[in-house]
Structure formats: structure tokens, C-alpha cells
């Protein structure tokens, strides 16, 4: 059995009027289902579903994501390091903990 890799998933979603960047800390993906289908007249294209499940930090927080109080700084960096919120940051982004 192999060792889990974990990753941080960092995302936007298309459309989104506010313009929320997210992140999920300590990732885990479970391999996809394959599925196949016979060719024909016209290709469609496939979809595949990964399920991602996210644990929690040392400190319990399992995702953040940028808020009113965000800065200008870490909302325009947010796609370049892995946002982690310090103690008495205050208002560089919104953090949940797991339950």
C-alpha cells in the first residue's frame, strides 16, 4: 500500500460575482472510475469524477477563502504560495475548522 500524497486545492469559481478564491488543505484523491465507450459517427466527450476529501490542519482548520477584510496583497498572491492564515493576521481571509 502506498502513502497518501496530500495537496492543496486552490480555486475560483467561473462566474462567481465576488470573485471568492478558496483553498482546502490536505487533500487526498481517490482514483477515478474508467469507464469506456464504443466509437462512433460523432465523439462525445467523457467526463470522469474524482472524489476529494480534505482533513484538517494541526490547528483543525480545513479550508479558507478570501473575504470584505482580504487584502489587496494576499488576494492578488493567492495562486502563488498556499494562503495560511497566521494567528492575529486579522482580516487577511476567512478560515473554517473542521467539526
Not at 502506498?2 to 486552490?10: D, I, N
Not at 465576488?18 to 465523439?43: D, F, G, Q
Request: proline share 4%; with cysteine.
Amino acid at each position: 500500500m502506498t502513502e497518501s500524497v496530500y495537496f492543496a486545492l486552490l480555486f475560483e469559481f467561473d462566474g462567481d460575482i465576488n470573485a471568492i478564491r478558496h483553498v482546502l488543505y490536505n487533500c487526498t484523491v481517490a482514483r477515478p472510475t474508467i469507464e469506456s465507450s464504443t466509437k462512433e459517427a460523432s465523439i462525445e466527450p467523457g467526463t470522469e469524477t474524482l472524489s476529494i476529501t480534505a482533513d484538517p490542519r494541526e490547528a483543525g482548520l480545513v479550508k479558507s477563502r478570501t473575504g470584505d477584510e482580504t487584502t489587496t496583497a494576499t488576494y492578488n498572491n493567492w495562486y502563488k504560495n498556499v494562503y495560511v492564515p497566521s494567528a492575529g493576521a486579522g482580516g487577511t481571509g476567512s478560515s473554517t475548522s473542521g467539526t
